[in-house]
């Protein structure tokens, strides 16, 4: 009975493994295909079934007519990612920490209402949001700009430190922060040294989410930005013209997910929660 | 030199947590907070640390007003029920965390730190981080910054609660050499368990949902209690309180049990009087009052017998461990001179001598 259920569990984990990493593999295979190596049906053993090429991988880095340059688009996508999830971070864990340990009242609204608008900004679809930060953007002078780029992402992955950060700071016991000022320390200081050292589970989880929505948006990065400033999802389709070069496409897709995996294998780490069990029993 | 408060009031969605506490506790003096659950021991604890500022009424420390002192400018401590301590420190770390704030040099520190958790028995674990403590432990650890820190007000509350028998019953001992001392210090002990207060022989307050019912030395307070809520509260078993008459000659409990009339009734009117009793002043006898066993509840080694008869229930403190069964009969014998006497407005009308 145990093996029986042991050969489920594992093949049940084999084939969920090979839907999740299948297209990885269709991706990579392709990468090191040419013309004739895509369009001869589908063939994934190097050598044996296809003849490997790099020219997939070479043409990320010519800015002629048969590839795109894609060392900008890369740069420019960590800039604005980096720059913006970071600034989201600090904005978003301070004004979650206000949120979750002081009360605001202005009229019928209360601290419940101001984080449920900050989430409310994610609610809407982001084709309504798209013209009024477009012209915001005119307004400033900002449009195609990486500034630009990132004071919009701020918007938009501020919520989500917000989100992530109340809820665990609702999780630490009030009487943690009471010590901290019985023991000498001012508001911002049982922040510092108390409170936000025994809240890196939530700043990573906070963090991988700002970096992933970030790095992956497409919409913003493509209705604001036209030549000077182009970001790497916008860069990756730009790729898809009448002739798809798919060998192209799929280096491109592996070589803008890279960071993302690296990002989540070094964070993974931190995710234990478990770092919080000594502050109160 | 004291810290004083004055009709001290706090509601919370309409519901009284502080209701005019007014109170002098002394410098030097250990005072207990006794009350049940929600009586509003804690209340009181965070309005006098100031975590908690109240709607109405003032706190003075040595007749300064403390209402606009920010809680990290107080000299205050505060050991919670729960063990509340830093996790990414360890222990040294930890008792020295408020003396860093202090800017108190290195040396000077170490000094305090190592003192402190000597006195606690955790000179051994200061490297340890606070994961890899025991709950008794922990508490010691939070009690060691408190001491450390040799503030002007140490709030303790319900500190032994959450520990095991053995554990609470050592800490308590602990308890009276740690503070003896600190004839500077304003010391609050909050608890539930009279017995606490009675042990440390301490200034009692007695509190019942957001007043302060009585306040005085501990014995005093037992052998006198104010009125019929104190003399509930402040006893462990509760008091023993039944409904009677007051005759010329005699007491007649419940319109069934008749007792002689003891001396210390002799300055009473005749009337209608609520009796009480401490569970330990009655007794098991071969001819007293035909009673039926509810339940033997046996704490260590003594025994709480809980016995009925005509709607009327009396709970004994035995000594000793006694196996009886629900349905038993006994016979109560109630010692009168023991009688405690509470008027109809529940406030005390006579008690026995101590």
């Known amino acids: ?112 209402d101001i984080t449920f608008f900050f989430i409310s900004q994610r609610i809407m679809p982001p084709v309504v949001l798209a013209i009024p930060f477009f012209l915001m953007l005119q307004f400033f002078g900002l449009l195609d700009s990486e500034l630009g780029l990132i004071v919009v992402y701020i918007a938009l992955l501020m919520p989500i430190a917000v989100w992530v950060m109340v809820d665990f700071f609702n999780n630490i016991p009030r009487e943690l922060d009471e010590t901290a000022m019985l023991d000498g320390c001012s508001p911002l200081e049982t922040f510092w040294r108390v409170i936000l050292p025994n809240s890196k589970p939530g700043l990573v989880v906070a963090g991988l989410f700002c970096i992933i929505f970030g790095w992956s948006d497409f919409f913003f990065a493509f209705t604001l930005t036209f030549t000077n400033t182009q970001l790497l999802p916008v860069a990756v389709v730009a790729l898809n013209s009448s002739v798809t070069p798919w060998w192209s496409l799929s280096a491109a897709a592996l070589i803008s997910v890279a960071p993302l995996i690296v990002v989540a294998f070094v964070l993974e780490r931190f995710l234990s929660r478990g770092n919080l069990a000594g502050a109160i029993k | 030199m004291a810290l004083t408060t004055s009709n001290l009031t706090r509601h919370v969605d309409g519901v009284p947590h502080l209701d005019n506490v007014s109170c002098t506790l002394k410098r030097g003096g250990f005072h207990v907070v006794v009350g049940q659950t929600l009586s509003g021991k804690t209340s009181l604890l965070r309005a006098l640390a100031g975590l908690d500022a109240p709607d109405a009424g003032s706190i003075a420390l040595d007749g300064r007003d403390q209402h606009r002192v920010p809680v990290w400018k107080r000299n205050v401590s505060m050991v919670y029920q729960q063990f509340i301590n830093y996790p990414h420190l360890s222990v040294y770390d930890n008792i020295a965390f408020p003396l860093r704030r202090r800017g108190m040099t290195a040396v000077e520190v170490d000094r305090k730190v190592r003192q402190a958790a000597h006195m606690v028995a955790l000179a051994p674990l200061l490297e340890r981080m606070p994961t890899a403590l025991s709950g008794g432990q922990q508490q010691r650890m939070a009690l060691a910054r408190s001491l450390a820190k040799d503030d002007d007000l140490l709030l303790l509350d319900e500190p032994l609660v959450n520990l095991d028998y053995k554990l609470r019953e050592q800490l308590r001992d602990e308890f009276l050499n740690l503070f003896a001392q600190r004839d500077h210090a304003i010391m609050v002990y909050a608890t539930t368990e009279p017995n606490e207060a009675l042990l440390f022989d301490a200034n009692v307050l007695v509190m019942h949902q957001g007043r302060l019912l009585q306040s005085g030395p501990a014995q005093q307070v037992y052998a006198n209690p104010a009125n019929v809520d104190v003399a509930r509260i402040f006893s462990d078993p509760p008091m023993n309180l039944m409904s009677g008459t007051l005759d010329a000659g005699e007491i007649l409990i419940n319109h069934a049990v008749r007792l002689p009339r003891p001396g210390h009734f002799n300055r009473l009117q005749n009337g209608n009087y609520t009796f009480g009793i401490h569970p330990c002043d009655l007794s098991l006898t071969s001819r007293g009052i035909g009673m039926r066993v509810d339940l033997a509840e046996i704490n260590g080694s003594e025994t709480y017998l809980h016995v009925s008869r005509d709607n009327a229930d009396l709970v004994l403190h035995l000594a000793g461990v006694h196996g009886y069964n629900p349905g038993d009969h006994v016979e109560t014998a109630i010692n009168g001179s023991r009688l405690f006497a509470f008027a109809a407005d529940g406030t005390l009308a006579a008690a026995p001598a101590p």
């Open chain 1, 1 to 112: 009975m145990i093996i029986l259920y042991r050969t489920l569990k594992y093949a049940a984990i084999l084939l969920w493994s090979a839907f999740v990493l299948a297209p990885f593999m269709w991706a990579l295979t392709t990468s090191f295909k040419t013309s004739n190596g895509v369009t001869s049906g589908p063939t994934y053993l190097p050598w044996l079934q296809y003849e490997p090429s790099i020219e997939g991988w070479r043409s990320l880095f010519r800015s002629d007519g048969s590839g795109i340059d894609i060392v900008g688009p890369y740069a420019s996508s960590l800039v604005v990612t980096l720059c913006s999830s970071a600034i989201s971070l600090v904005l978003g864990t301070l004004a979650a920490y206000g949120l979750s340990r002081f009360t605001y009242r202005a009229g019928f609204i209360r601290n419940a």
